[in-house]
């Protein structure tokens, strides 16, 4: 079946530092991928959609210029959280649609992102 | 505008009763309807969607256009059905997916 991975699963990082997930279809290919953040107890967030090739469109509310999402190929997309804040310690998931197929998505096993 | 509501935040159920998970949703079109489902520890997962019609580990879900709804059930819950379940709406193959907030189902012993 589809695989979606994500690394790295865990990272711990300094107040203002910049971190960097990446999210890979292992063995399909995905025009767009999807970036969500969840917050404890409460629901997914869809933060944006990554489009191979062209830039992402980001949700309302979500900065663009702290969540860099870069689609390089049809393979990876990545999120770099810039100038990290403890407030921006969270779990984040992303997903990905298999070019060619009818609406079902894949998920990676999701990063907790935790800013000291 | 596009959204899907759950209910429920936590439903808690005992092991052999029936089970039924909530979600409407609104949308103004023809939407693809989704449940998705983390057991602990686990990525989360695609259940079942509506187009397929199928029951998979037991669970269905019908699409009512009428009441818009997509509740997800089960006539005899098993310990191992605990997780959490999304239900999820989409509008088309390549439109973004929006999900419920999402409900955590816990079977009794």
């Known amino acids: 079946g589809a695989v979606v991975s994500q690394h790295p699963s865990r990272v711990i990082c300094k107040s203002g530092t910049s971190v960097k997930i990446e999210c890979r279809s292992l063995?399909?290919?995905?025009?767009?991928m999807f970036w969500y953040r969840q917050f404890p107890k409460q629901s997914l967030m869809l933060m944006a959609t990554?489009?191979?090739?062209?830039?992402?469109?980001?949700e309302q509310g979500v900065e663009k210029d702290k969540f860099l999402i870069n689609h390089a190929s049809l393979t990876l997309s990545t999120l770099t959280v810039t100038s990290a804040h403890p407030e921006d310690s969270s779990f984040y998931i992303c997903?990905?649609?298999?070019?060619?197929?009818?609406?079902?998505?894949?998920f990676g096993e999701g990063s907790r992102l935790t800013v000291l | 505008a596009q959204r899907v509501t759950q209910p429920e935040k936590l439903l808690s159920v005992f092991k052999g009763a029936p089970v039924e998970l909530k979600c409407n949703y609104s949308?103004?079109?023809?939407?693809?309807l989704f449940w998705y489902v983390q057991y602990s520890r686990q990525r989360l997962q695609l259940l079942l969607r509506?187009?397929s019609r199928e029951s998979i580990k037991g669970f269905t879900a019908d699409l009512n256009k009428g009441e818009t709804s997509f509740h997800l059930k089960k006539p005899f819950a098993q310990e191992e059905d605990s997780a959490m379940y999304y239900c999820?709406?989409?509008?088309?193959?390549?439109?973004?997916?929006?999900f419920g907030k999402g409900t955590r189902l816990h079977i009794l012993p």
């Open positions: 997903s990905a649609h298999r070019d060619g197929s009818t609406g079902e998505l894949f």
């Open positions: 063995d399909f290919q995905a025009t767009t």
């Open positions: 990554s489009n191979e090739g062209s830039k992402a469109t980001y």
């Open positions: 949308y103004s079109g023809s939407p693809e």
């Open positions: 509506h187009i």
């Open positions: 999820a709406l989409s509008g088309s193959r390549d439109d973004k997916i929006i």
